[in-house]
Antibody
Framework: EVRLVESEGGLVQPGGSLRLSCAAS????????MGWVRQAPGKGLEWVSG????????YYADSVKGRFTISRDNSKNTLYLQMNSLRADDTAMYYC??????????????WGQGTLVTVSS | SYVLTQPPSVSVAPGKTAKMTCGGN??????VHWYQQKPGQAPVLVIY???DRPSGSPERFSGSKSGNTATLTISRVEAGDEADYYC???????????FGGGTKLTVL
């Protein structure tokens, strides 16, 4: 069974930084593209970023491009999201997910339970 | 940027059939995926590639597509089906994942 566990989020001041991690088990992590999806309180799902499994190609939503960086460490079965220059509208539950058919007909077949990031002074 | 449009809410009585739509320009050329999200829980994939069900997704869940609209149909609706449902596509012109705004299914 695939298990994805996000690190604890937290409260961050506007302009601050935070790095999320997602520990994966129950799968051959190096064989999977991975992604982050967020959900602001009371709102819908919003794709944040994705990373390939082989060439580590990365893509970002326009709302986070230049501020967020996705990366992975296959030796640790871990996905990361470095978030810089955080703004109030980045406040959301952040989910990591396994990606199928990356860059073809991308979809998410397993999800973590999410971690809450709150940006506020 | 590509937009997917879903009705905010759908209501159905138990045992009846619920249909939730997802509209988008030229959606016929894209593969549509559907997720169920119950309150306080992570989303769960229920339909992929328009009409395929992952293991664990009940047979009561089905997907279809016609013209500029994709549809998620839930037959013999149960109280436990009450949730938010999101459609999603990959937009190759922008290399972005796109989600619809979601439909809240209420079981009366």
């Amino acid at each position: 069974e695939v298990r994805l566990v996000e690190s604890e989020g937290g409260l961050v001041q506007p302009g601050g930084s935070l790095r999320l991690s997602c520990a994966a088990s129950g799968l051959t992590f190096s064989g999977y593209a991975m992604g982050w999806v967020r959900q602001a309180p009371g709102k819908g799902l919003e794709w944040v970023s994705g990373i390939g499994s082989i060439q580590y190609t990365t893509y970002y939503a326009d709302s986070v491009k230049g501020r967020f960086t996705i990366s992975r460490d296959n030796s640790k079965n871990t996905l990361y999201l470095q978030m810089n220059s955080l703004r109030a509208d980045d406040t959301a539950m952040y989910y990591c997910a396994t990606v199928k058919d990356w860059l073809i007909n991308t979809y998410f077949d397993s999800w973590g339970q999410g971690t809450l990031v709150t940006v506020s002074s | 940027s590509y937009v997917l449009t879903q009705p905010p809410s759908v209501s159905v009585a138990p045992g009846k059939t619920a249909k939730m739509t997802c509209g988008g320009n030229n959606i016929a050329r894209k593969s549509v995926h559907w997720y169920q999200q119950k309150p306080g829980q992570a989303p769960v994939l229920v339909i992929y590639y328009d009409r395929d069900r992952p293991s664990g997704s009940p047979e009561r869940f089905s997907g279809s597509k016609s013209g500029n609209t994709a549809t998620l149909t839930i037959s013999r609706v149960e109280a436990g089906d009450e949730a938010d449902y999101y459609c999603q596509v990959w937009d190759s012109s922008s290399d972005h994942v796109v989600f619809g705004g979601g439909t809240k299914l209420t079981v009366l």
